[in-house]
C-alpha cells in the first residue's frame, strides 16, 4: 500500500517540479494594439498572460492574440511573444520572436512529458520529457510559414529554405553547399535581412 502512495507522490513532485520553471513570474510589458503599453509583473499561459499591475492588484488573464505583443524581461534576457498569422491555419498562433526584419523568424517551444515505463519493481515510474521546437518565417504583409522543426520526420530544410529565400541566390548557394543547415536557421534569416533585402 505504502509503495503505491510512494510511486503516486514521486510521480506528482516531478510533474510540479518539471512544470514549475515554464511559467515563472517575471517583469512584463504588454504592447496593445492601439500603441499603448503597461508594465507588471506576469506569467506566460499558453495563450494568456496571467498579469500583476505594479500597484499589486490581484491578477487578470489577457488573451495574448488581443495584444500586439508581450515582452518578459528575464535574466538570461528578453523574450518577446505575438500573435501571428499562420499560412492554412484558421487561428493566429503565438510564438516567440526570434529575428525581426524583413523576414522575421518566430519559434514555438513545446515540451511533451511521457512516462516509458515503471523501471524495477517497487520504484517509482521513469519520467521522460521530449522538446519540440518549430520554427516559422515570415515576410511583411505576409502569413508566416513553417520552415523547420526539431523533429526527425519534418520538412526537408535545405528544400523548404531554398525555396522560401530563392530571391536571394547566394543564400540558397550557401543552403544548398551546407555552409547554412537547419541548426543555423537564425543566421538564414539574419543574413536574408542584411545581405538580401533590397
Not at 496571467?50 to 535574466?75: C, P
Not at 491555419?89 to 516509458?116: F, I, W
Request: proline share 4%; aromatic share 12%; hydrophobic share 35%.
Amino acid at each position: 500500500m505504502f509503495s503505491y502512495y510512494h510511486r503516486i507522490l514521486t510521480l506528482q513532485l516531478i510533474l510540479l517540479f518539471s512544470t514549475a520553471g515554464i511559467a515563472q513570474k517575471a517583469p512584463v510589458k504588454l504592447f496593445y494594439q492601439d500603441g499603448s503599453s503597461i508594465t507588471g509583473e506576469g506569467k506566460l499561459k499558453k495563450d494568456q498572460v496571467k498579469f500583476w499591475k505594479s500597484d499589486g492588484s490581484k491578477a487578470e488573464k489577457i488573451d495574448i492574440t488581443s495584444l500586439e505583443r508581450v515582452t518578459f524581461r528575464y535574466r538570461a534576457g528578453d523574450k518577446t511573444y505575438l500573435p501571428v498569422e499562420v499560412r492554412e491555419r484558421e487561428y493566429p498562433l503565438v510564438l516567440q520572436l526570434l529575428e525581426e526584419g524583413s523576414v522575421s523568424l518566430y519559434r514555438d517551444y513545446m515540451t511533451v512529458m511521457y512516462m516509458s515505463g515503471m523501471g524495477m519493481p517497487g520504484s517509482a515510474p521513469v519520467m521522460n520529457s521530449n522538446s519540440i521546437v518549430d520554427y516559422y518565417v515570415r515576410r511583411e504583409g505576409q502569413p508566416a510559414e513553417h520552415l523547420a522543426s526539431n523533429q526527425l520526420f519534418s520538412k526537408n530544410f535545405k528544400k523548404a529554405a531554398s525555396q522560401y529565400f530563392e530571391d536571394c541566390p547566394e543564400l540558397v548557394q550557401r543552403i544548398q553547399n551546407h555552409e547554412y543547415q537547419k541548426r543555423d536557421i537564425q543566421e538564414v534569416v539574419s543574413y536574408y535581412n542584411s545581405s538580401c533585402n533590397d
